[in-house]
């Protein structure tokens, strides 16, 4: 890891990185606050972010949170003190939310949000970006911005792609709390498990992933899926048959091919 990298991780307040057996654990740790978004908490998390795509050794990445919360959106005193902001101010703001939904949903490495607990506004914005997301049965999910006058804006665009317009209004206009169960109907979330569960199957899933799933094809599929919902249809045909033919010749394929015809497993954590 990078040494300028590893000195701004230890000096971070509100988030822990740490890699093990190949998975990167990022947590939320403003447990005290419920984990509430601050400007310099996201900051934090994309240095994360950032961190664990480098990070050579880490292969999947887990976001997480301590304490009984998950994430409960934007603290209140940042959201008293935007009131003061003009719209430069609030602009750029903005804009550094965005890029950190941004940087998890292209980041080139599957990212699974483990949700012990309540996930609302910001936070549910965290779960949306997330490629996969384990819950326990009690965690509640919304996104409840109309409530108080603002607009779900920014996770409406990954929302959409997400769950589809219907239930996107659904969520977003009525900015109603739902189950956990209901996330998941929804397609919000796709796994329920026990909070006494929650950590094993999160792992287990992760390290199944490493095992068993090319790294390389599971960064291109993630990044050909964000791409083809804005191209034509044309466009989108001739991008997958150009990336099915660049696969052919990686190295990755090729080994498992061998390996295919072979009969034999392929271990990809080695």
Known sequence: MDTILTKELEALRYIRYECRDAIGYITLNRPEKRNALSAEMVTELKLAFDTAE??????????RAAGNVFCAGADLAYIQELQGFGYTDNLADSTHLMQLFHQIYTLNKVVIAQVQGHALAGGCGLVTVCDFAFAVPEAKFGYTEVKIGFLPAIVSVFLL??????????????????????????????????????DEQVQQFARRLCVENSAQSMEATKEML???PEMPLEDSLRYVA????EARSSLDCRRGIAAFLNREKINWGN
Not at 171 to 177: E, H, R
């Open 226 to 228: 964000a791409r083809l």
């Open 242 to 245: 150009q990336l099915n033919a």
């Open 161 to 198: 792609r997400k769950v589809g317009e219907s239930r996107a209004k659904q969520l977003l206009l009525t900015g109603d709390v739902i189950s956990a169960t209901r996330a998941q109907e929804f397609g919000l979330i796709n796994f329920l498990t026990s909070a006494a569960e929650l």
């Open 54 to 63: 480098e990070d050579e050794n880490c292969k999947v990445i887990v976001l």
